[in-house]
């Protein structure tokens, strides 16, 4: 049976998520952050009701999207430096996902958050682009090792 990459890179993206997801809930589990990762991207739709269940539906498809852009950017640059490459696109993706829910929610549907609610986030962020770089390298990059394969 043929590998199918689309089905890999959407399974990377999402569990990668859910290493952000426990990070951040151990930083609002010890008071940094009033919201998870899954709770606050739910709030882009619910507006001032957080869930886990919607922010997982959320955030998994952004993991997924994430994954084919990293995978996209890896067939143009090749694989070297991969891990760098995807905690970039974590962290680029944290800021985009931060800048919607600045304009969207923060200060008008929900307070204003303190600073050590964006660091545990990125600290998530961070986690989401090693885990993703780590699983990039163990069933994308060492199953299709010539560029060839890789497209």
């Known amino acids: 049976m043929k590998e199918d990459k689309t089905l890999i890179l959407g399974?990377?993206?999402v569990f990668s998520t859910i290493i952000s997801?426990?990070?951040?809930?151990i930083g609002k589990l010890s008071g940094l952050a009033n919201y998870s990762d899954y709770e606050l991207t739910s709030l882009i739709i619910t507006l001032n009701r957080p869930t886990?269940?919607?922010?997982?539906?959320?955030?998994?498809s952004i993991g997924v999207?994430?994954?084919?852009?990293?995978f996209k950017l890896v067939k143009e640059t090749g694989e070297k430096y991969i891990l760098l490459k995807s905690v970039?696109?974590?962290i680029v993706a944290w800021?985009?996902?931060e800048i919607l829910i600045t304009m969207?929610?923060?200060?008008?549907?929900?307070?204003l958050r303190e600073l050590a609610a964006y660091y545990t986030h990125l600290i998530g962020a961070i986690g989401f682009g090693i885990t993703q770089g780590l699983l990039f390298?163990?069933?994308?990059?060492?199953?299709?090792h010539s560029k060839e394969q890789i497209d």
Not at 21 to 25: A, D, H, S
Not at 137 to 144: A, G, M, Q, T, V
């Open 11 to 13: 399974m990377i993206g």
């Open 21 to 25: 997801e426990i990070i951040t809930w």
């Open 52 to 60: 886990v269940l919607l922010g997982f539906v959320i955030e998994g």
């Open 65 to 70: 999207i994430i994954s084919i852009v990293l």
């Open 88 to 90: 970039i696109t974590g």
């Open 95 to 97: 800021i985009i996902i």
């Open 104 to 111: 969207i929610v923060e200060g008008k549907t929900i307070p």
């Open 137 to 144: 390298k163990r069933y994308i990059l060492s199953k299709f």
